[in-house]
């Protein structure tokens, strides 16, 4: 699928993101709930590079069970509980990411569902229909 990737000027340039990414007509789309550090048993490992990992994890499960790669990802959302796990998460992202950038939001939040977690991610896909 071609995907429109722009990082207008004026704006600041993202180091690992797009600011915007526009899909071709004609696609659908693919909403992924949140996706947080915690396996397929319910338990929950200590350290967000542990939970990072789970969470993107269940992200690829979710977007492959219908078809859609990270790949295919317009729009990514994390949730961050503690602002000095940043660099730990972001380690993990790049290693599940690579080159792949859709536009991104990132949050730091008092808290998420459960308090043990410490991440959660969401995003948007969308592929030719």
């Not at 602002?83 to 690579?98: C, F, M, S």
């Amino acid at each position: 699928m071609s995907l429109k990737y722009m990082n207008p000027p004026g704006v600041r340039n993202p180091v690992n993101y797009h600011h915007s990414v526009e899909t071709p007509p004609n696609c659908k789309f693919l909403y992924v709930a949140g996706q947080t550090g915690v396996d397929i048993d319910g338990g929950v490992p200590k350290g967000i590079e542990a939970q990072a990992q789970l969470a993107f994890q269940g992200m690829q499960k979710v977007l492959t069970a219908s078809d859609y790669s990270l790949n295919d990802v317009v729009f990514m959302k994390t949730f961050l509980v503690n602002r000095e796990d940043r660099e730990g998460y972001q380690k993990v992202r790049e290693t599940v990411w690579k080159d792949i950038k859709p536009a991104s939001t990132f949050l730091i939040v008092s808290g998420l569902a459960d308090p043990k977690y410490l991440v959660e991610v969401e995003c948007i896909a969308a592929k030719p229909s």
